[in-house]
């Protein structure tokens, strides 16, 4: 069993910054891919920014130049350093990772999910 604890959200003033963090444990032997989706009140959840185990990055258009994803393989871990935040980054955030266990199963695991508002 693997599970991710996200931590970092909360209100801020738009102009401002917040770092995303997230922390996989358990059954794990090794993780490709990582990254950050998010799902805004009545919209469907989209892709923010992805790294895969070599450390390529990719970004939805709407956050390219303020929004920075990082991993650090030797904690398990994924960030997400937001910038320059905007009302319409409200939402909440996702981390999602794919990961071969110990026992050789390929999963896609989620986080519970953060919150992020950021007011005008």
């Known amino acids: 069993q693997v599970q991710l604890v996200e931590s970092g959200g909360g209100l801020v003033q738009a102009g401002g910054s917040l770092r995303l963090s997230c922390a996989a444990s358990g059954s794990i032997s090794s993780i490709n891919a990582m990254g950050w989706y998010r799902q805004a009140p009545g919209k469907q959840r989209e892709l923010v920014a992805g790294?895969?185990?070599?450390?390529?990055?990719q970004y939805a258009e709407s956050v390219k130049g303020r929004f920075t994803i990082s991993r650090d393989n030797a904690k398990n871990a994924v960030y997400l350093q937001m910038n320059s935040l905007k009302p319409e980054d409200t939402a909440v955030y996702y981390c999602q990772i794919a990961v071969m266990t110990m026992t050789h199963r390929y999963q896609e695991v989620w986080g519970q999910g953060t919150l992020v508002t950021v007011s005008p």
């Open positions: 790294i895969t185990l070599g450390g390529s990055t």
